[in-house]
């Protein structure tokens, strides 16, 4: 018997109510120019101080030691969705990323418009970067493609030259095993999708009349007078929280990613306003209705990623701020973490282990008394995986019964 | 996807250096006779101590807890091969000690001589222990049996009534799922060897004529008129560090047993002095080389072994005394630790955590400030499986892309 097996043999449902509260990329390395500390030492904190003192804490490694996650991975890590187990395909994301909800046997793909010549060679795989309003027009375009052997076609623009296409079957699976038709250098022709499995070569040549179509809608349009496809994906079969936890979940993000993440799981989308006290003022309107919040805050990793010390201060501070209005409506049981490290240091995710808090009535509480990476080493929980996080929080919340007699 | 998967799909290479210095069974208990320290807190080692205040540091489970590694798994691991799945034989481990090098089809085999009466029953299975000198004679006239069948059969001397044979198979693989010849006690003529699937019985066969006719050869050598054979195992399928991490890799260690298990990764084996100064000089004249340099310091271990208290921390001193050479040399990632504990205590390896320090740019920085077991307690690394190292030391040399989107 496997961990996510135990979690399924002893759940049982409750009325209590569990708040995730993520801060992208909150995990750091302490950073010479600053006092040699981190972002969240360095910050003002008084709440998360106090809060910190009448709770548990530790440090979670998004995957294991030296693995940095995407934002997919990292989030499916949290919600306990073995990250190494369930992968969600490139083209899905990009998907999600751009707000799109994908329904049971859509396969998507990441696209990008390529300039062309006339000997079907591909000259600039990115279509000299064209601007997003340009692509908005191709892909209107392209859009009047509706459908090729029963499979529905839509397309979304993305930013600058990429968009997703999304191949949707009504009726039955169909398979995504197939190529990257992007041959990933220029002097090349794109590569003809090929199926890998049966019910892949059916949705390969639906692709390969796609790009036929396409191609001849869009030869006109030099520079992005064709386009390439990669990430070619299906809708992974992720259970959602309802059926793994039974929790009515309900998701508190401003990105479409991490809203697109959770839709992957059926949480609820509830209104996210732009600021950290918004999102946390509509966690307080809606706590009666749900049983679970991911609660996302994007502005910590963006200044991780930017190298912005003072705004990953700044952006910890706010929510430090607004807090009082999470721990005046307080849920039985709260969290607070990251999906993964972004040191300003290193401008991009990181394998670092992130700090945890966990506050409730059965939490325990230890000896650190300030929410920092290294005040966490010392924790009542020590450092392991995120994917152990949900159990912990479930187990928090009274919702796990005894494993064995 | 497991661990070794995504490194392998996030790999990549770049000009960095990373070095692991092995301190053999480092780890140790509290010694109730020298101030209830163990030899690192007891030691003088104010350069190990600088060290770690700049480091992240944290403590390694060779295996898992409980488990006390042979160095061939301890060395596996720190590698970052899951030393549970790559298991290197007997035969092979006894081989690569002697300083052998083994081809791809080689099955090597530990041997001692024995004493076998008139009726071939075993009377003495370590033949009164005979001195080396003794062996190094009786395997030069075993030397005379140059071929078996096609099988080339070479012989290796070791210490005391022990040598190895290698049997190599030129052009094909053969198999080596074949008993033990030992009968593990006196009073028993040997075993026969019998193969457990065709390939094995080929080589069975050539084993059983190969101890027929050394019988006949050394029949009036009394008492090392016999010969039995154990660990019989074919050269490991290792994936090398190059093929694994991309990382052109040395050795600097001075015992064939490490320089073995080096040559199996296909780590080049560097010049290595008998001192610990000398050791790192070493590196210091080849750190432009090589991506990767181990580097194995012995004399902890046989401390320990000797359960030599003051012997571990005089070696321990010659290290942190010869640390200069390293860190005026300094590579972009340092990691120091053991592959297992040898507490004098025990006089023996043991399954206690190793201390570990990694420190390069993006290490980050905890609040340890000694390099020893107890204070890496407290690190920023927290307790993990040794197995892990190798993904840290490429992470922190950016060598490991975003796993997932």
């Keep these: 018997m496997h961990y996510e097996q135990i979690i399924q043999n002893t759940i049982k449902t409750n009325n209590s109510t569990i708040v995730l509260l993520v801060l992208d990329g909150i995990g750091d390395i302490r950073n010479p120019q600053f006092k040699n500390k981190t972002a969240l030492e360095y910050a003002h904190t008084p709440h998360l101080d106090n809060l910190a003192k009448e709770s548990v804490t530790g440090r979670m490694y998004p995957i294991l030691p030296g693995i940095t996650p995407g934002s997919g991975p990292g989030h499916l890590g949290l919600f306990g969705y073995d990250p190494m187990c369930h992968i969600i395909g490139r083209g899905v994301l990009e998907a999600v990323g751009l707000g799109f909800e994908l329904k049971p046997y859509d396969v998507a793909t990441r696209c990008n418009f390529t300039t ?76 003809p999708a090929t199926g890998k499995d049966p019910s892949s070569q059916f949705l390969a040549s639906v692709i390969n009349k796609f790009m036929k179509e396409g191609y001849a809608l869009i030869k006109e349009k030099h520079p992005a007078n064709a386009f390439l496809m990669r990430g070619i994906a299906s809708k992974p079969k992720i259970p959602s929280m309802r059926d793994h936890y039974l929790l009515e979940s309900a998701a508190i993000a401003t990105y479409p990613m991490y809203r697109g993440i959770a839709s992957l799981l059926d949480m609820t989308l509830l209104p996210a306003p732009d600021s950290i006290k918004g999102l946390f003022e509509t966690y307080r309107d809606y706590k009666q209705k749900y049983d679970f919040f991911f609660i996302h805050v994007k502005g910590t990793d963006q200044a991780g990623e930017d190298g912005d010390f003072e705004s990953k201060v700044g952006c910890i501070e706010r929510v430090d701020e607004a807090l009082p209005i999470i721990l005046e409506n307080k849920p039985d049981v709260l969290a607070i973490t990251g999906d993964h490290a972004s040191p300003c240091a290193m401008r991009s995710h990181s394998w670092h282990p992130v700090p945890l808090l966990i506050n409730g009535r059965f939490s325990g509480v230890d000896d650190v008394k300030k929410f920092h990476e290294n005040a966490c080493n010392n924790g009542g929980l020590g450092f392991f995986e995120s994917k152990y996080l949900m159990g912990l929080l479930l187990a928090n919340s009274k919702r796990l019964d005894k494993f064995g007699a």
């Design 116 to 191: 062309m010549n006339e000997k079907g060679v591909i000259t600039d795989r990115r279509a000299g970067r064209i601007p997003t309003e340009m692509t908005v027009a191709l892909c209107n375009i392209l859009s009047s493609i509706k459908e090729i052997d029963g499979v529905e076609i839509i397309i979304k623009p993305g930013k600058g030259h990429r968009f997703v296409t999304i191949f949707r079957s009504k009726e039955k699976e169909i398979g995504s095993n197939i190529n990257d038709t992007d041959p990933l250098v220029e002097g090349k022709p794109p590569i």
